[in-house]
């Protein structure tokens, strides 16, 4: 459960949605996360998704698990300039070492005004 | 709340210096953990912590001492700089695992550290 791939660039115009995607090789996995890091400052939790789960909303941010295919997505519906930051996926487990995350190598969002 | 605080924020070493990275949180979180984050390696863990006086070795722990005499602090030590140990540094912490939800970690800012 170590290997958590990201595609690491992404553009879009302001207005426009974003889909990052992450893959996943573990499907004992239980927990999923998205993290997002701004210029010069830590990882702040976006959002998760329990590995029951296959969808999840808040407000513009919507996580896609497909469990079948070990896929998460995160979609961020009408993005901001100040969506601009690096994206971390990571994975976690039930019963694993307390808190111990797996992260893939961030996806890089950029967006155009 | 102060959260996760990491000091220094900057730090720059010769070859064959030591130094200790400090990490404390005021969350009462039992496990604490770092990682160093390199351009396109992403983040990958040193060591890590799941309470006082426990300490396990992560996927990169050459070259680095932790120790956890407290809840709160979480030190780590370079033990003999090396240029390839110039990177970002982030601690971070979670509590409990309890109810089925595992908790989430929580980062501080980070150390920007260059060995030269």
């Known amino acids: 459960g170590e290997d958590v791939e990201q595609s690491l660039f992404l553009s879009v115009r302001e207005g426009d949605s974003s889909v990052i995607n992450c893959t996943y090789t573990d499907s004992s996995s239980t927990y999923l996360y998205w993290y997002k890091q701004e210029p010069g400052a830590g990882l702040q939790l976006l959002t998760y998704i329990f590995s029951n789960m296959d969808m999840k909303q808040d407000q513009r941010l919507t996580v896609l698990l497909n469990k079948k295919d070990k896929h998460l997505s995160l979609r961020i519906a009408d993005t901001q300039t100040g969506d601009s930051a690096i994206y971390f996926c990571a994975e976690g487990y039930r019963g694993s070492t307390l808190g111990r995350l797996y992260f893939g190598r961030g996806t890089q969002l950029t967006v155009w005004p | 709340n102060a959260g996760v605080t990491q000091t220094p924020k900057f730090q720059v070493l010769k070859t064959g210096q030591s130094m200790t990275l400090q990490c404390a949180q005021d969350m009462n979180h039992e496990y604490m953990s770092w990682y160093r984050q390199d351009p396109g390696m992403g983040l990958r863990l040193i060591h890590y912590?799941?309470?006082?006086?426990?300490?396990d070795q992560g996927e990169v722990p050459n070259g680095y001492n932790v120790s956890r005499s407290t809840t709160e602090d979480f030190p780590l030590r370079l033990l003999s700089a090396a240029p390839s140990q110039t990177s970002v540094y982030f601690c971070?912490?979670?509590?409990?695992?309890?109810?089925?939800?595992?908790?989430?970690?929580?980062f501080g800012n980070g150390t920007r550290l260059t060995v030269t």
């Open positions: 971070a912490s979670s509590g409990s695992f309890a109810g089925g939800q595992n908790s989430p970690l929580h």
């Open positions: 912590s799941v309470g006082a006086g426990i300490t």
